[in-house]
């Protein structure tokens, strides 16, 4: 059975191109540095907003018209999985992303859970046997129930820890069995409301032990898939113990699980977080803990996660570039955790929203690549901090002053010359290159 009968095969049909259904920048059999566009950028779907969501929000009911919800159960959770991978096929796509509750429903229990669970892979794995398409990351819902309501690694309640640590367990084994690259852990709940009712150090202490049975048991089953975390600030509690990259690494660092994690970067988060997502991207490049990335945007004007597919051609251009000075994305990927907006609610709007993202990641990658081989924010930068190249700003860097040394410096100075950043330039060097690459100049 067709779910998408008015779409066909999505090609890159270049920049002129008319056709709402073409690629017009993003051509995955490019060479770009010796790999193909396709390689450097690891698109993938977000099974979740693609497959599940209705389209919903606070004030509205859903409003998404798809083929497959005629179904039930089951039934539905089948018909999903044929409708994504002809999606998949279609949009030639090479990753998917998917919780435990997007896949399979819910039982009354959690043996029945589980046994929806196992139905589900087995399809899905049939699936991929005749696909292109691989797992990026799988991850468990343990959010969403009202089991959760306190959390659910950091609950109050132990056995509310149990059943989240058994759904782990279960989506490690998951992971293995389809071949998972990476593996997420959820962020949503993980935190508090008040100090008044929150005992904080037993929490992240939990937090912690929990993490490290997951690393123990994905030795023990072998399965080698890097784990990642998701910063998820207002997500929704108010205090998020995930709240960004700089409180995640951390926690990983007290907790001494440095080493065996990376970080989800998602770029709505990053602005909930009061970061720039080039921010968050840096910031976990810097440390070495740059893993993946769910690829979205917020809106400016909105104060929540309305995680829309991303148009924003400087936002993509900075992303790219941190990617590139990152040396890629190794096993990690550009999920698209983006949802259609309310009024997109027709199948072929799925294929739509997708193509403005992979087109525009692929400008922003292009853009950056450029920007980086010239050297132009690298050079700027050296400049910037040339005082520490030579002198006592090299002695600094060497550790070979003190406040002494320090004092003896700045008392013999009769004047501090400062040099101008001309943030604006650096601005409209930025759009130079974004209209050079919008008119196919080198």
Not at 293 to 319: I, K, M, R
Not at 401 to 423: C, P, Y
Request: hydrophobic share 35%.
């Amino acid at each position: 059975m067709s779910y998408f009968t008015n779409v066909g095969k999505i090609n890159y049909e270049g920049s002129q191109s008319m056709n709402p259904f073409a690629f017009k920048f993003y051509n995955p059999e490019e060479m770009v540095g010796g790999q193909t566009m396709e390689e450097h950028l690891r698109f993938g779907v977000a099974y979740w907003h693609t497959f599940t969501e209705d389209l919903s929000d606070p004030f509205g009911t859903g409003t998404a018209l798809r083929p497959w919800e005629k179904f039930e159960g089951m039934d539905l959770a089948k018909a999903r999985v044929e409708a994504a991978f002809e999606f998949f096929e279609k949009l030639n796509v090479p990753y998917f992303c998917f919780h435990d509750v997007d896949i399979a429903p819910e039982g009354s229990n959690l043996r029945e859970s589980n046994q929806n669970l196992d139905t589900i892979v087995d399809m899905i794995k049939e699936y991929m046997k005749d696909s292109n398409t691989k797992l990026l990351w799988n991850t468990v819902n343990n959010f969403t129930h009202p089991r959760f309501v306190h959390g659910a690694a950091s609950s109050n309640n132990a056995d509310v820890f149990a059943y989240a640590a058994a759904k782990v367990k279960k989506g490690l084994e998951i992971g293995k069995e389809l071949g998972s690259e990476n593996y997420v852990f959820w962020g949503g709940r993980e935190g508090y409301e008040t100090l008044l009712n929150t005992d904080m150090k037993l929490e992240l202490d939990n937090l912690g032990r929990f993490f490290q049975m997951a690393i123990d048991y994905a030795k023990e089953i072998g399965f080698n898939a890097q784990f990642l975390i998701e910063p998820k600030p207002k997500e929704p509690t108010t205090h998020q113990y995930d709240f960004d990259v700089a409180s995640g690494y951390a926690f990983l660092q007290k907790y001494e699980l440095h080493d065996h994690f990376k970080f989800n970067i998602e770029a709505n988060h990053a602005t909930l977080a009061g970061h720039t997502f080039e921010h968050e991207l840096h910031y976990a490049r810097v440390n070495n803990v740059l893993g993946s990335v769910d690829a979205n945007q917020g809106h400016p004007l909105l104060g929540w996660d309305t995680d829309e597919f991303p148009t924003d051609l400087y936002s993509t251009t900075l992303a790219m570039y941190e990617i590139i000075k990152n040396g890629g994305l190794g096993r990690g990927g550009l999920n698209f955790d983006a949802k259609v907006r309310r009024g997109s609610f027709t199948p072929e709007d799925l294929f739509l929203a997708h193509i403005a993202g992979m087109d525009s990641f692929a400008v922003g990658f292009k853009v950056a690549k450029k920007l980086y081989d010239d050297r132009i924010f690298e050079d700027l930068i050296n400049n910037r901090y040339g005082s520490f190249s030579s002198g006592i700003g090299k002695e600094i860097v060497e550790e070979k002053s003190n406040f002494h040394s320090l004092e003896k410096h700045a008392l013999g100075l009769t004047e501090i010359n400062q040099e101008s950043g001309r943030l604006e330039n650096i601005k409209s060097i930025m759009n130079q290159y974004l209209l050079k690459a919008y008119a196919g100049e080198k």
